[in-house]
């Protein structure tokens, strides 16, 4: 049960953290942290809550079908089935999905293309590419308002333990070995974003 | 009398959030919650006040004309007659009005149109809206300096429970059947406008 | 000397709310308020402070030239010698000087027209202009290196007991009656400035 | 063994004020302060760290090569040597490295250049040039994925006991003499990236 509840803190760390940011704009976002393999389970965001509150309803137990663990009035987030795609194909320990500004407009600018990709950038070492001419690639779906749809969508993508997919319009999804990683890329996702934005309203005024 | 604490304590934190974020600039900005309904009374932000400070005068309690309920040495602001519209027209429970740099901007650049619009966006379901071809059409209306002449023109775009409505370069007003979900209609304002602007400045140059 | 520690503490507020909005980046700015008419005295920051701290040496006391009142191994502010010329000329209680990147660009992009103006903005209103057509000019002077040589040219454009001079690529300087007059003129200027710094990149792509 | 203490402190407060500002994305960045000099050591962050957490592994001391003193389970950050370089060349007390959107932008805007130049700003005065027309230079160095070797062309730029030296693409290190100084040269960088960027972006549409 400790590790239970070291989970949920962990978790609840993140969501503060991102909250301070304003990540979560207009009730937006979900999160999830693995807390069992056998049978997996995982901790993720009741619906309908302001999470830029910390209260011991923020977050309830599910297992691989995103179905609630035990008797709970509480509703697991309404995308819970992109957090089962992603522990169910992968060895990942937390999956983040949250809006932004800059991971929203560089989800439409490429969104015909199907994927934006970053080279040349420190930031993307985030990743564990270190070679000098490493691409990174981060596919870009449709937002299919039907969430098994999504789901199933999304998870063609799913193919590591960290990686990033961003949903048109829709904000980013990304997954890490542990909270710590998977916040990491989040950053360093939000980091190249704002600069490719930036660097596309500036350059040609040079 | 509980109930109006509950209220006004409601209002107070709803303040603190958005004055973290500068939304009241300049002393601009005020905000509303209900607080009965027979007689329709409402606590609204006092005249003059420093948003960013939490005291015991920075609301009072005024009835559905906007009139001061008992003895007070308080000024209720002097755009309550846009709260009263609200609470007279519909069942809502609240009513938030701020001024950013991207709703000003937005309500200038589709200000001649009278309204900005808004589709394909996962953030437009803050307002209920599920299907995904969904339009959410926000009005801008002319910005009265006199205020019972600007409440009337304000008055003629409220119909549902919850809403929004810009003023031309002078910010927003949004209303819900709660504290907590007229913030959440806000933050999805904000969030859409600054999508909608940083993609105008971006999208030329791709 | 209960009305000089009460200054100090409202002088201490504001600097810790401007510092919270990093509006002293590389130790810019400077800040003084009013502490006595006869003979005039006032607080003004200590010269190579940090503005994120809140310690006992942040600011001293001087006369209407500028100078220490008392023996003090504290130096005033650089460029003192504009904050004397507001209360020189005028009954204002508190002057503010900041450096922000919006207040910088705005100074640059209109330094050779000598003027910034504000038409048809609900947020000049902070100037208490409330006709609906009021405009608001904001002056732009050349940042003379030599200070004595500033002020003068600044303190051609004081004129009222509040007001606004911009400094080409030097910040902006208001002053009000109050510390928290001060502090609206000075939020309504940046909110001004982002504004229009906004608009101006987004409007030719409407 | 008060002095290290008192060293450890100063870079942690620092540590703690750039991470309020979100310059350590993705977990890039890095830091150090000298210690002593007879022989030259300096805390530097240890590898792998939340650096919006405080805690006592947040910082390991190393010597003039960068390596360890004493036993310690942690590891030194892998660009070290840059501060090596900074140490072994000056009398600098202090070495920030930070990513920001803006500093990355400007690297990769005046790479092919080689330097970004400043001039009739005041912000630029941080750097002790008090002269009207005093000039501004930062060079931008290739991004060698090598560290060494970016530490041997970063070296070539180290002249004085205060600078900046952008990596195109991988963010700034700025020095000074202490921590306070280090800190006021790399606010006044970050403020004049931000403020060309948005002067590039708005002065085509004026």
């Known amino acids: 049960m400790s590790e239970l509840i070291s989970k949920w803190k962990e978790l609840a760390d993140i969501k503060d953290e991102l909250a301070a940011r304003d990540w979560f704009m207009g009730t937006s976002g979900n999160l999830s942290i693995k807390a069992g393999s056998d049978p997996l389970q995982f901790l993720v965001t009741a619906s309908g ?17 995103g179905v609630p663990v035990g008797e709970t009035r509480l509703k697991p987030s309404a995308e819970t089935l992109l957090h089962c795609a992603v522990y169910g194909k992968t060895q990942a320990g937390c999956s983040l999905h949250v809006h932004t500004v800059a991971n929203n407009v560089i989800s439409e600018l490429y969104g015909d293309k199907g994927v934006v990709e970053f080279q040349g950038q420190e930031l993307i070492k985030a990743f564990d590419t270190w070679e000098e001419d490493a691409l990174l690639s981060i596919p870009i779906i449709y937002n299919h308002a039907d969430i098994p749809k999504l789901a199933d969508t999304f998870a063609e993508h799913i193919s590591a333990d960290k990686g ?28 190249l974003f704002q600069y490719k934005i930036t660097l596309l309203q500036t350059k040609p005024f040079l």
């Open 49 to 65: 809550k302001d999470k830029r509150k910390r209260t011991s309803e923020d977050f309830l137990l599910v297992d691989g079908d």
């Open 164 to 191: 990033a997919v961003l949903i048109r319009n829709h904000g980013i999804t990304v997954w890490g070995r542990s909270g710590f990683e998977a916040k990491k890329l989040l950053e360093a996702c939000e980091f």
